[in-house]
T-cell receptor, first 116, second 111 residues
Framework: AQSVAQPEDQVNVAEGNPLTVKCTYS??????LFWYVQYPNRGLQFLLK??????LVKGSYGFEAEFNKSQTSFHLKKPSALVSDSALYFC??????????????FGRGTQLTVWP | NAGVTQTPKFRVLKTGQSMTLLCAQD?????MYWYRQDPGMGLRLIHY???????AKGEVPDGYNVSRLKKQNFLLGLESAAPSQTSVYFC??????????FGPGTRLTVL
């Protein structure tokens, strides 16, 4: 069965410092990995994805994520955090085309708080 | 280009009442999804559709029904609402089943 783990419910970081939001996954095939962000009372917004190719992917708002196949991880990073980055972040995994037909499996989310 | 829209934004029901949530997308996407979001649970897939006239069960389908009569619309029905269905409901759509675009959500309270 496919699953995603976000080991930290909360991450707190000072503005200007680098941030990391962790994600590990378990799939029975080739993973497609995604990060989404949710601001209060809003829907989820797509940040970035890994399908294939370069293990370091860059996304919106200066975020990037590194795919590590041996560690089955896809951590979200940003070199310098902003207060406006404070939000709920979700990691999600899908399999390549097949019976699951693009279904996403989400982690439980990590609340990021950036202090001024 | 409105993207994914959901109607209504808020609703309060009494136990046993029924209602339908409407999702509409204007991106001509084949795939559409209904999720529910509960605190500490992430998003859980209720039902999904891979094209007009097709639907399939997701992770938590019990108590819900769906229909996809038109490509741009995906309806989620609650026939007899229960307090356990109090949640925030999100609709999403995608092309080729990958990157999903989400609506703003419907906050449902069942008393």
């Amino acid at each position: 069965a496919q699953s995603v783990a976000q080991p930290e419910d909360q991450v707190n970081v000072a503005e200007g410092n680098p941030l990391t939001v962790k994600c590990t996954y378990s799939v029975s095939g080739n993973p497609y990995l995604f990060w989404y962000v949710q601001y209060p009372n809003r829907g989820l917004q797509f940040l970035l994805k890994y399908i294939t190719g370069d293990n370091l992917v860059k996304g919106s708002y200066g975020f990037e994520a590194e795919f590590n196949k041996s560690q089955t991880s896809f951590h979200l990073k940003k070199p310098s955090a902003l207060v406006s980055d404070s939000a709920l972040y979700f990691c999600a995994v899908s399999l390549d085309r097949g019976s699951t037909l693009g279904r996403l499996y989400f982690g439980r989310g990590t609340q990021l708080t950036v202090w001024p | 280009n409105a993207g994914v829209t959901q109607t209504p934004k808020f609703r309060v029901l009494k136990t046993g009442q029924s209602m339908t949530l409407l999702c509409a997308q204007d991106m001509n996407h084949e795939y559409m999804y209904w999720y529910r979001q509960d605190p500490g649970m992430g998003l859980r897939l209720i039902h999904y559709s891979v094209g007009e006239g097709t639907t399939a069960k997701g992770e938590v389908p019990d108590g819900y029904n769906v229909s996809r009569l038109k490509k741009q619309n995906f309806l989620l029905g609650l026939e007899s609402a229960a307090p356990s269905q109090t949640s925030v409901y999100f609709c999403a759509s995608s092309e080729l089943g990958y990157e999903q675009f989400f609506g703003p959500g419907t906050r449902l309270t069942v008393l």
